[in-house]
């Protein structure tokens, strides 16, 4: 489990959480609607602003750091 939030934490998955975090924000903007479209919309915020932001939301609830640099130096 802590490579994988190791993963996350480097550029490469900070990118891809970004990436995803869009693709789930364009996909309710532009595909869904009613209140579905919010709910995606909102879960697409959550990596989205992790990637950008340099956190890794997961990672405390295993024992690890919360900031993205603290879990690469560990």
């Not at 480097?10 to 579905?36: D, F, H, K, Q």
């Amino acid at each position: 489990m802590k490579s994988t939030f190791k993963f996350l934490a480097s550029g490469a998955g900070r990118v891809v959480r970004v990436v995803a975090g869009a693709a789930l924000i364009a996909w309710a903007l532009s595909g869904l609607s009613g209140t579905t479209s919010i709910i995606v919309a909102i879960v697409g915020l959550v990596p989205l602003a992790a990637g950008l932001f340099d956190v890794c939301v997961f990672s405390p609830l295993f024992g690890g750091p919360f900031k993205g640099s603290e879990l690469r130096a560990s």
